[in-house]
């Protein structure tokens, strides 16, 4: 089974923080993918990554950005948190489609609350 | 401008009945369509998906329908138990797009015991 870990279930941070929310995925996928969900706005993209060290802006990248050293690692970076960012953080990976969609796979979430 | 559109925000049904959750697209480039469930404080799970030369995906009891001259999806799970009880999104994607979908808001649905 694919599995896709994030690096915390739960974060607490202050306004003006720098954040990292991690993701590793264990099965060799080419993309990967960061999403927030927020209440009334379902999933909404951030960033996307189709290879190492590529990225591309998703629907929301205002006040993000991400890192990919490594295929199995996609990091969001919250340079400066704010208030507005609060919300559930997920990430996921899918192989490369050709001809063909693939289906995303999730990680658990990361509850992120900046005070 | 929201190109995958589910309008109903919620859904309730009773044990043993059938749920029916519809999705309605803009974007005629959409080839293929996936609808994911959410269980509180996961991240979403795969259900089941449908191309655009089909109209119809069965995969015990949920079932996806496509009408590709409507623009217009349902997911019909019969019959519904309480465990179904979560949050639907709709997602849609282009051949091409590098596996980028486009979901919907989602639709949270209730099943009564």
């Known amino acids: 089974d694919v599995k896709v870990t994030q690096s915390s279930r739960y974060l607490v941070k202050r306004t003006g923080e720098k954040v990292f929310l991690e993701c590793v995925q264990d099965m060799d996928h080419e993309n990967m993918f960061w999403y927030r969900q927020d209440p009334g706005l379902g999933l909404r993209l951030i960033y996307f990554?189709?290879?190492?060290?590529?990225?591309e802006k998703g629907d929301i990248p205002e006040g993000y950005s991400v890192s990919r050293e490594k295929k199995e690692r996609f990091s969001l970076i919250l340079e400066s948190a704010s208030t507005n960012q609060t919300s559930m953080y997920l990430c996921a990976s899918s192989l490369v489609a050709l001809g063909a969609a693939n289906e995303q796979f999730f990680g658990p979430g990361t509850r992120l609350t900046v005070l | 401008d929201q190109q995958v559109k589910q309008n109903s925000p919620s859904l309730s049904v009773q044990e043993g009945r059938i749920s029916i959750l519809n999705c309605d697209y803009t974007?005629?480039?959409?080839?293929?369509f996936l609808w994911y469930k959410k269980y509180p404080a996961e991240g979403p799970t795969f259900l089941i998906s449908i191309s655009s030369i089909k109209d119809k995906n069965e995969d015990g009891r949920f079932t996806v329908f496509l009408n590709k001259s409507a623009k217009h999806l349902s997911l019909h799970i019969v019959p519904s138990q309480p465990g179904d009880s979560a949050v639907y999104f709709c997602a849609a994607t282009a051949t091409g797009a590098n596996s980028k979908l486009t979901f919907g808001k989602g639709i949270t649905l209730s099943v009564r015991p």
């Open positions: 974007n005629s480039m959409f080839d293929y």
């Open positions: 990554s189709y290879d190492v060290k590529m990225k």
